[in-house]
């Protein structure tokens, strides 16, 4: 079978292989997850198998590298440090590739016009330092690249800097597109745990309209306001100043991507995953900040960035210049809680049922929490009884 239904489960849902294909013969559909995958018309496909040598699940047609250098990071910028998920690197390397008169694509929501919901989470391009705002923070949902992958080519040819940023299989799934590397081109990697449907997200975004009353119009799954950095959502309504903001493991939605039972089938084999990374840039939480570096943990937050490459090198350099907070560590210190640094999510076996029902209006009724005293009592003490608290169990380890 020489197209690209070869992939399976393992494809990611990056796009790389509709927009390859000559014939335009592909196009991308929701399964019954709500997942993308592609879709072939066959009566026009020439079986010139394209989409395979495209694919990053199929061919390894994207470069791939070892950390050279490992920081913590913390931005200088403190507006953009409270809206970013934790240290605020992908941000600062965005404002840095826009002052060389470069272009940026990375995942922001999208808000449907129709009827004013946030529906949808896809990549957009940025052209213009008021708009970083749009891909700042963690987005908990696969991402739609839509046609960014083809945006960021046209501007490689016409000779702009790009950075490209994405999970380890969208960055890979651009490589794969492209050809291979270009000099123009930066890319960032996020250390991804897996990546819940869209329509999930669809789904529970209308339950919680439902129960507010409203259209909401903002949500940040790693809002800092109140707890600081950590996992606090909160979700707002568009004509009105309310909002709900809870710790992420107690919502219906968080509990279940914090436990990984909500992934894309291939996140649970992702060959993406470990230390070899397919971005310049790989950035994630400094977790470990507690233990390794306990004089600079902060409630703003703290990224750790891993240097796969001389460009990357290059790139963190600029970076560097305007942070707030920087310490090299070693790769063991910024591997402390990001275990997708090692392997794959592990897949639980309620994954098997965690989608069924998905398009019933009762379906995010239906998902359960339970108890979780610990995160409760957790969720009641200040952040800085919490960190006390930590760093005393720790000490006694």
């Known amino acids: 079978m020489n197209t690209i239904e070869t992939a399976g489960l393992d494809c990611v849902g990056c796009r790389s292989c509709e927009h390859a294909c000559p014939m335009h013969a592909i196009t991308m559909g929701e399964d019954n997850e709500g997942f993308l995958f592609p879709k072939i018309n066959r009566e026009i496909c020439v079986l010139c198998g394209q989409c395979l040598k495209k694919c990053p699940v199929c061919s390894d047609n994207f470069p791939c590298s070892s950390p050279l250098e490992v920081y913590a990071f913390q931005s200088g910028d403190k507006k953009a440090l409270m809206q970013s998920a934790s240290g605020g690197v992908s941000d600062a390397a965005a404002e840095a590739v826009l002052q060389m008169g470069g272009v940026i694509y990375g995942a922001a929501f999208h808000t449907d016009p129709s009827d004013g919901k946030i529906l949808s989470v896809r990549h957009v391009e940025v052209t213009d330092s008021v708009d970083r705002y749009k891909i700042r923070s963690s987005k908990y949902v696969q991402s739609d690249t839509g046609d960014s992958y083809k945006l960021a080519r046209n501007r490689l040819k016409n000779g702009q800097t790009v950075l490209f940023t994405g999970t380890p299989c969208q960055i890979a799934g651009l490589y794969s597109f492209l050809g291979g590397d270009h000099p123009c081109l930066y890319t960032l990697d996020l250390i991804c745990h897996g990546v819940p449907s869209p329509a999930l997200l669809r789904q529970y ?193």
């Not at 909002?243 to 107690?250: M, Q, Y």
């Not at 995953?273 to 400094?286: N, P």
């Not at 965690?354 to 379906?363: A, C, M, Q, R």
Request: net charge positive; hydrophobic share 30%; aromatic share 8%.
């Open 205 to 397: 975004l209308k339950s919680q309209s439902h129960c507010m009353g409203g259209s909401i119009t903002d949500m940040n799954f790693r809002s800092k306001e109140g707890k600081g950095w950590g996992t606090q959502y909160r979700l707002k309504l568009g004509s009105e100043s309310k909002t709900v903001s809870r710790p992420f493991v107690l919502d219906k939605y968080g509990y279940h991507f914090m436990n990984g039972n909500s992934y894309r089938e291939s996140c649970y084999r992702c060959r993406f995953s470990g230390i070899r990374r397919s971005g310049d840039l790989t950035a994630g939480d400094f977790w470990g900040v507690w233990q390794s570096c306990p004089d600079i943990d902060s409630p703003l937050g703290l990224s750790a960035v891993l240097i796969n490459t001389e460009k990357g090198l290059r790139l963190f350099r600029q970076i560097q210049e305007h942070a707030g907070i920087i310490r090299q560590l070693s790769l063991k210190d910024a591997m402390t809680g990001q275990e997708n640094l090692s392997r794959p999510a592990s897949r639980p076996s309620c994954r098997d049922t965690i989608y069924s029902g998905l398009w019933n209006e009762d379906y995010i009724d239906n998902l359960k929490t339970g108890l979780q005293p610990v995160s409760r009592l957790k969720s009641l003490m200040p952040r800085s009884i919490a960190a006390l608290l930590k760093r005393s169990i720790r000490k006694e380890e």
